[in-house]
């Protein structure tokens, strides 16, 4: 069985795909535990792989696209077959995870990796997307490891001012890497 915080359909209103239309599955429990974290990702339900399925359909009808968020979604056994189920049902899945726990993904599965105190370099070579959190400072101590990376999210904490500021100023002296990334859906007050 699953272990879950939620499971709802709105827009993914950060990062690459920003405004488009998914259904998020909070997966509950998380590896890690940063001081920062304002996610919600305690247990609240057990479900199968299929009954998760069958609410992904539920709440999207055909909405292509479901993100597999947390706490840390890789954290449990059962995502992988979740992933698969999903894929058979023609959904693409998106991953956001801290990139901590290396999982062998399906090649058409997108992975975007968020890193927090440490990253599995496996993890961060497999990563399609990078979100570097700005937390009153622009974390450099990973430009290394995601060095063949064309391109990084710069994403302000909490969408704080100064958080805005530093990404804003960090992207514009490095414009051929760095894009900011907002949490587009707190501004708009959706989920
Ligand atoms: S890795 Fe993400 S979900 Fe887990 S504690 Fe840190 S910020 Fe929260």
Known sequence: ?????????????????????AVFV????????????????SLKFFAGVAEVVAKVRELGGDCPMVILTGGEPLAQRETLALIDALRS???RVHIESNGTIYTELPQDVWLCVSP???V?????????EVKLIVD???????????????LLLLQPEGNKRK?????????????????????????????
Not at 31 to 36: A, H, I, M, P, R
Not at 136 to 150: G, M, T
Not at 167 to 179: K, S, V
């Open 26 to 41: 909070r997966l509950a429990g998380c590896n890690l535990s940063c001081d920062f974290c304002d996610t919600d990702y």
């Open 116 to 118: 927090k105190e440490r």
């Open 163 to 191: 958080n805005v500021e530093l990404a804003l100023e960090y992207a514009m002296a490095h414009p051929d890497r760095f894009r900011l990334s907002l949490q587009t859906h707190k501004l708009i007050g959706v989920r």
């Open 136 to 150: 009153e400072r622009v974390p450099e101590e990973w430009l290394q490891l995601f060095s063949d990376k064309p």
């Open 89 to 91: 049902d023609g959904r």
């Open 120 to 128: 599995d370099p496996r993890m961060a070579q497999r990563a399609n």
């Open 1 to 21: 069985m699953l272990q879950l915080a939620e499971i709802f359909y709105s827009i993914q209103g950060e990062g690459a795909f920003s405004g488009t239309p």
